[in-house]
């Protein structure tokens, strides 16, 4: 088993950057292919990016494609979601998740972070 806690939010301005983290404790962080997902207020949650237990294959939503980055340090037992040209849209919390499974969008993920609240003010 594995315990997630993500840091790194805030509040910024519409075109800031910001990086969200994800430390992982318990169960090695390479064991698990890593999602980062947001729930912005009267919507569901859904998945921002994901990124496979090497690092070597990535998923990004259409929305966040080509402004977001999602990495991992394995050795720090880290997962990171780098925004850039934030947008007033992107405002949610964010959490990260990892799943035993294999595939990055379309499985499910099995431990969940708290959350970490990032608002973009336009």
């Known amino acids: 088993q594995v315990h997630l806690v993500e840091s790194g939010g805030g509040l910024v301005q519409a075109g800031d950057s910001l990086r969200v983290s994800c430390a992982a404790s318990?169960?090695?962080?390479?064991?698990?292919?890593m999602g980062w997902f947001r729930q912005a207020p009267g919507k569901e949650r859904g998945i921002v990016a994901a990124i496979s237990r090497s690092g070597g294959s990535t998923y990004y939503t259409d929305s966040v494609e080509g402004r977001f980055t999602i990495s991992r340090d394995n050795a720090k037992n880290t997962v990171y979601l780098q925004m850039n040209s934030l947008k007033p849209e992107d405002t949610a919390v964010y959490y990260c998740a990892a799943t035993e499974g294999y595939g990055l969008a379309n499985v499910r993920y099995d431990y969940w972070g708290q959350g970490t609240q990032v608002t973009v003010s336009s």
């Open positions: 318990g169960r090695t962080l390479s064991n698990y292919a």
